[in-house]
């Protein structure tokens, strides 16, 4: 190091022993940036290359039913519609049993079960959506067709929901498929959030006479209901963009139908199935379009997902102040 | 003992000092008697051999440096330690004569309530938390009588009558710990357990909690851990001193602060340990 | 008192209490289920097919039996190469920029931004690597469906770095800087070695999460029925074969479906495994 007599002034001699610091900090702010800038990229690219089916459209885009590149009628209610549909059967059969498993874990299985169970769940997040299409297809299409679709129509055939024709593929088809995929993620992090809740909330629930169910389902659970939520907020956020096991199994057929038997669409799937036979510009414009619908409404529950688990820990932490 | 260490604990001039423990506790029963009580966390014992009974309608302060075991020995009272998996027991505890072991948990539980060293209620409305108890449990009363009842005898019902819809969260942290004793009172519990249940609080909210404990006590039997000796001879009839998990001394409070037994005893309550 | 008494009402609440926490016990038990069984069909009906030829052999042509998925395991060995050399420097630096030089304002904000990509579906990416490195050059390529999964490693290897940098303990750094390091020094030789594994475990979950995706690549990589030189010609995948096959209405076709299923999800699992350990060893390490 110079000493203080050197001929440079203290300005130099300073920057030139920053040199080193502000070049990384310079270079890694870049590739920071960088992460700024495609995300930025993403939103501007969906909305500029949608324009003509903007434009044409407008928002009568999002309650038209009529799919038709031969006369070049573009409208988005049926895959809005299908991914609405499937999401929620998801949810209706994820929920109950993912919230059943994450008590279990969390309250009432020893800890090595408990630690053992979750390692298993969390590689069952991790199994890319192409198989649970290939196990759709090949072993719950069958299924359905064969055996639970014909006792549904046997016992609930009354009801519009299970009545029609029963190909195997269909809303229902992959709502379960859905559910499956969606399951851990509302497992893991409900279980944390449950194992979250201080203890003395239980136990002055059983101070009190409860039963052990009681004081779970009536104390610990609603303490934990706001983390619960956010994590059916982001499972639900997962299933509104899942695309090839859904795309698999639903029968791929633009139409609204009151039966779960029926096959339908998502918009995830039929950009999937039609994008590369996009024959015109205003036929890939419609189906940005459809992909900007997902990103936003999917932005919007990842949002919401957020504030929701943000919200949980900041309870906790005050009721524990 | 010196007088200045008298003065020091104000153990009141009044018809409890300068009595004999003896004499004393054959006035009342016992409610709850805990016999040859030996505890362990698996392998590790923290109890040893306890004795002591639970005069009925009276207080019973349990202190001792930390660690000493107190809480544990509370919590066997409503066989909280139950919900630990590898706790152990050894000995016997009766309520009103009958072993508490025999009976099934949930509904013994009913007839102790607990309060916890920091205040916590449940993610309800002040009222939904007092009803807690006796809607799961059924009861013959009207909720909402009920309710203003067990908020008046934790001195909590005029702060709060206007509010009952509230969530308990937004309640002062003394309030908060008046709302656990009113919801812990709705069972009618025959005994009251409370552990340190003012270490969390101001000055204030204490001293209100240890003037509705000495008015509650002849209608509940009332136990309390506490690491506050003074707290313990302002408000306890009768104190148990216990230290690395065994009973040193148990007396009428007065007794204990002013002609301790033990020496061991002594030293705790002049400071010089613990 | 009570006790006594046969209580009807207790009675209920106490049944009612074993059923539930027993169902409970069902769910749990269902959903550790499912990967097993996911995994059993695979090996049923996959794992005489995963064979030499399967790995050797190009796909025949259609309609005709036998061939194998040679150039789609190339192919995916390839696009995540790519995509790690792409997507990992942009998280692990700019993981490094956050934990250590980032201001709150800046730090928000890119966190934000990778928040927004991963929540961001997989075939929405795939429309942006089309738009951007496919509609103007007119034609497929490894390096776009590359590209696309390279985004989506970012958002994983940047929070992962930027957590495990934050979780180095301060007298580490400390100490490097009294020896007199400059900050980058420091990172360099000290903090970031000190959180290798848990960086290393971040990439590896990312790579095992993009393996396995298969919308990005379906207009970006999109599919080749044989060898894909270079890095500008569509190429195979594993996935995407396997979505192709799956569909197909050939027999032949289902069982190299199947095989290539087994292969996927065993690459996956592995990786996953593998990454939690590295994670649980080092943790160990430091306990003991």
């Not at chain 1, 409404?297 to 932490?317: D, Q, S, V």
């Not at chain 2, 040893?48 to 207080?59: E, K, M, N, Q, Y």
């Not at chain 2, 908020?151 to 969530?167: C, F, I, T, Y």
């Not at chain 3, 990172?187 to 475990?201: E, F, H, N, Q, S």
């Amino acid at each position: 190091m110079r000493g203080a007599g050197s001929s440079l002034s203290p300005r130099s001699l300073f920057s030139r022993l920053c040199q080193g610091d502000e070049i990384a900090r310079l270079i890694t702010l870049l590739f920071a940036a960088s992460v700024v800038l495609i995300a930025l990229a993403i939103v501007y690219q969906l909305w500029v290359d949608s324009a003509l089916s903007r434009h044409r459209f407008g928002l009568h885009f999002l309650v038209t039913s009529v799919w038709d590149p031969v006369f070049e009628q573009f409208g988005a209610l049926p895959f809005i519609y299908g991914t609405l549909l499937t999401s929620a059967v998801a949810l209706l059969l994820a929920v109950p049993l993912g919230i059943g498993a994450a008590i279990f874990l969390a309250e009432l299985a020893p800890q090595r079960i408990s630690a053992v169970c979750t390692f298993f769940i969390e590689l069952l997040a991790a199994v890319p959506s192409v198989i649970y299409g290939l196990l759709g297809v090949f072993v719950l299409v069958p299924l359905m067709r064969q055996d639970v679709q014909p006792f549904l129509k046997n016992t609930l055939g009354f009801l519009p929901l299970f009545s029609g024709p029963a190909y195997g593929v269909g809303f229902l088809t992959a709502g379960i498929v859905l559910a499956l995929m969606i399951l851990p993620f509302i497992i893991s992090v409900s279980r944390e959030v449950l194992l979250s809740v201080p203890r003395d909330q239980r136990e002055a629930a059983l101070a009190l006479g409860s039963t052990r169910w009681e004081s779970t389902w009536r104390v610990v659970v609603p303490f934990a209901r706001t983390g619960i939520f956010g994590s059916i907020f982001l499972a639900l956020a997962r299933a509104l963009g899942e695309t090839m096991a859904v795309t698999m199994v639903i029968g791929n057929t633009p139409q609204i139908a009151a039966s779960l038997f029926a096959p339908g669409y998502t918009i995830a799937a039929v950009i999937a199935n039609e994008f590369t036979e996009a024959t015109s510009d205003l036929y890939l414009h419609a189906l940005i379009e459809l992909g900007l619908v997902l990103f936003l409404l999917t932005f919007i529950l990842n949002g919401m997902a957020r504030l929701l688990i943000l919200l949980t820990e900041r309870k906790g932490a005050e009721v524990r102040a | 003992m010196s007088a200045a260490t008298r003065l020091l604990f104000s153990v009141p001039a009044g018809p409890l000092s300068g009595a004999t423990g003896r004499a004393m506790s054959s006035e009342q029963p016992m409610r709850m008697n805990i016999s040859k009580l030996n505890f362990f966390y698996g392998e590790k014992q923290v109890l040893f051999d306890i004795s002591l009974g639970v005069t009925s309608a009276r207080l019973t302060a349990l202190i001792g440096p930390s660690g000493c075991g107190k809480s544990t020995l509370l919590r066997t009272l409503n066989r909280m330690h139950e919900t630990i998996r590898n706790a152990r027991l050894d000995g016997e505890i009766t309520l009103d004569g009958e072993s508490i072991f025999v009976q099934d948990v949930t509904q013994f539980r009913r007839r102790i309530g607990m309060v916890f060293q920091k205040p916590n209620p449940f993610p309800k409305s002040i009222f939904d938390n007092v009803a807690y108890g006796p809607r799961i449990n059924g009861t013959s009363r009207p909720l909402s009588e009920l309710v203003e009842a067990s908020l008046r005898r934790a001195a909590l019902w005029d702060e709060v009558k206007d509010q009952l819809h509230k969530s308990a969260y937004e309640l002062s942290g003394g309030q908060q710990q008046r709302l656990c004793i009113a919801r812990a009172l709705a069972v009618e519990p025959e005994v009251l357990l409370l552990d340190e249940p003012c270490s969390a609080l101001d000055p204030i909210s204490t001293a209100k909690i240890e003037e509705l404990l000495v008015q509650l006590k002849s209608s509940c039997t009332i136990v309390i851990v506490t690491h506050n000796m003074q707290q313990a001879a302002r408000v306890s009839d009768f104190t148990a001193f216990l230290l690395n998990g065994s009973l040193i001394e148990f007396s009428p409070t007065p007794q204990l602060f002013t002609t301790p037994v033990d020496s061991r005893t002594e030293a705790y309550i002049t400071g010089r340990f613990g | 008192m009570m006790t006594s008494r046969r209580n009807p009402r207790l009675l209920w609440r106490k049944s009612l209490s074993a059923v539930m926490l027993s169902l409970t016990g069902v769910c749990a038990v269902v959903a550790v289920s499912v990967l097993f069984l996911i995994l059993g069909y695979l090996v049923l009906h996959g794992g005489r097919s995963v064979n030499w030829d399967f790995f050797t052999k190009l796909p025949a042509p259609v309609g005709e039996l036998g061939g194998g998925m040679a150039n789609a395991i190339l192919g995916s060995a390839k696009l995540l190469a790519l995509a790690s050399l792409i997507g990992v420097p942009i998280g692990l630096l700019g993981g490094v920029y956050l934990a250590e030089f980032g201001g709150r304002g800046a730090g928000f904000i890119v966190r934000y931004a990778a928040d927004l990509l991963n929540g961001t579906p997989s075939i929405v990416i795939g429309i942006f690597a089309y738009a951007l490195l496919v509609l103007p050059f007119k034609h497929f390529s490894t390096f776009s469906g590359a590209f696309a999964l390279g985004i989506m490693m970012v958002p994983i290897t940047l929070r992962s770095t930027e957590e495990f940098l934050r979780a180095v303990p301060l007298n580490l750094r400390e100490g490097a800087l009294a020896l007199g390091a400059s900050k980058s020094r420091a990172i360099l030789t000290v903090v970031l070695p000190a959180a290798y594994r848990g960086i290393l475990t971040a990439v590896l979950l990312a790579l095992a999460r993009v393996a396995g995706e298969t919308a990005p690549l379906l207009f970006t990589a999109f599919s080749n029925r044989f060898w894909s030189p270079g890095w500008n010609q569509p190429t195979a995948s594993l996935p995407v074969m396997i979505y192709t096959y799956a569909v197909s209405p050939y027999d032949d076709w289902h069982r190299q479906a199947w095989a290539a299923g087994l292969l996927l999800l065993g690459l996956v699992l592995v990786i996953n495994v593998v990454a939690r350990l590295v994670l649980l060893r080092g943790a160990a390490g430091r306990r003991s």
